[in-house]
């Protein structure tokens, strides 16, 4: 609980009874006596008091009145991939070889003649109750990105943030579920941070985080580099973090195992092992939002229409994680399933897949990529829009409570957010010619020197 938020609240509605409704919600979770939680609450209320009208056009953040939930960031659907859209403006245009703009698995730079490729990871949030399973996922996720890219992975980074109130063994236990994945495929732990959720301000057991990892490439395997021709080969997936939440909230806990492997990293390896990567033209990792967001953003970002075949992609699903998906009601198409999706020319596909099975990983062709735009799937014969929903599949049953559907105001929710864009980049502006004038700096921004979209290698 965010005591401080809610202490702001309360404040603005001038609530008479703040102190003692705060002094009762600490003691909802903290073991304290009233007069120590009601001195928490007097300090918090005089700390909310002092930043709740900040006037400093920098300091002071302008509210767009939409909020993360109501717009599904983070929900791998439509508002998630605008939100998406609109980080990469704030950004702007840089001198990365891909960067944000390109909605790839992993930046890149390069330096000494070589690609350096570099990604991050946030856990699943409802993991937060058990570490271990969200240290293995979000390492496994991490890595696979830069696979995806075409690098070989040198290095992982965490992070690990736990409430006030969270129990210290959740740090060793995130831990270790990172360092198992690092264990087995032979890539080091080297850094990382460990801290409070908002220190004494945040109150509960509440744990987050994420893993960053480090790699370098001689050539690069973008989304942009697929083109009319190619076939699209998808490996076996049985989920990572998604499947895993829904297997534990909906109390079929056995089925958590089936998640805990590494084929996609075995996959990427054997492609390395084999000497393939300059055979394929992408790669992408079916993760958050499933093959339904995948497919959005490789036919938006490479201006080709994907076609799926479902029949074909129904056959790489781990069959318990299927069955489950199929009892509860969850489209598969739409949730993480740990699958290697690569894109290449027809003739290179065998080859390709001949390496992926000989780590006893079953992959196939479930598609092909032709002029035009958009996604479909052939479903019975009939080719069918394969765009994504609103939110990613209801995978938990609080999430099928919230629905996947498309609000009703989402065309004025989405100017909301393009206004509370311009206004990031304006105050990024400000902020750049104040500092520039103030230490003589030149206020030139340095223009975007992208990389040709064709097959991209170091030089």
């Not at 299927?322 to 020319?345: F, N, R």
């Not at 049953?397 to 206004?423: L, S």
């Amino acid at each position: 609980m965010d005591i401080e938020g809610y202490a702001k609240r309360g404040l603005a509605k001038r609530d008479p009874d703040l102190l003692e409704k705060l002094t009762d919600r600490i003691l909802e979770i903290k073991s304290i006596s009233r007069d120590s939680a009601e001195r928490l609450a007097g300090a918090v209320i005089t700390e909310a008091k002092a930043t709740l009208d900040v006037k400093d056009d920098i300091i002071a953040m302008q509210p767009c009145g939409v909020t993360m939930g109501e717009f599904g960031v983070g929900s791998r659907g439509r508002g998630d991939f605008y939100a998406h859209k609109k980080i990469a403006e704030v950004i702007g245009k840089t001198d990365a070889v891909c960067d944000s703009g390109q909605m790839d698995d992993s930046g890149v730079v390069k330096a000494g003649g070589k690609f350096v490729v570099v990604t991050v990871d946030g856990m699943h949030s409802r993991l937060s109750d058990f570490p271990f399973l969200a240290g293995f996922h979000v390492t496994r996720a991490s890595l696979r990105d830069l696979y995806v890219m075409g690098a070989k992975p040198v290095a992982l980074l965490s992070d690990i943030h736990v409430a006030d109130d969270g129990d210290v063994s959740k740090i060793f236990d995130y831990t270790a579920g990172i360092t198992t994945v690092s264990d087995l495929i032979g890539v080091p732990l080297i850094t990382g941070s460990t801290l409070r959720i908002g220190g004494d301000m945040v109150i509960g057991e509440r744990m987050t985080g994420c893993v960053g990892a480090v790699g370098v490439a001689e050539e690069l395997t973008a989304r942009i580099q697929s083109r009319p021709g190619d076939v699209v080969m998808v490996s076996e997936g049985a989920g990572g973090g998604t499947v895993s939440t829904t297997a534990l909230y909906f109390g079929m806990h056995d089925v958590v195992e089936k998640t805990l492997n590494v084929k996609f990293l075995e996959a990427c390896k054997a492609l390395f092992d084999h000497n393939l990567i300059g055979k394929i033209h992408a790669m992408t990792d079916v993760t958050n939002g499933g093959i339904r967001g995948d497919a959005y953003e490789i036919a938006g970002t490479a201006n080709v229409k994907l076609v799926f075949r479902e029949e074909k992609l129904r056959k790489l699903v781990e069959p318990t994680v299927l069955q489950m998906l199929e009892t509860l009601k969850i489209d598969y198409l739409g949730v993480s399933l740990d699958a290697l999706l690569i894109i290449a020319p027809r003739e290179n596909a065998e080859e390709i897949m001949s390496a992926v099975r000989s780590r006893g990983v079953a992959i196939d062709i479930v598609g092909e990529v032709k002029e035009g735009s958009g996604a479909y799937i052939v479903i019975n014969g009939e080719e069918k829009d394969f765009t994504p929903r609103f939110r990613e599949s209801a995978y938990t049953p609080v999430k099928k409570v919230v629905g996947e559907e498309t609000p009703m105001t989402f065309e004025e929710m989405q100017q909301k957010v393009d206004k509370a864009a311009i206004n990031a980049i304006r105050k990024k502006e400000r902020m750049l010619e104040r500092i520039r004038k103030n230490t003589g700096e030149s206020a030139v921004v340095a223009g975007s020197h992208q990389m040709p979209v064709n097959k991209i290698k170091s030089e």
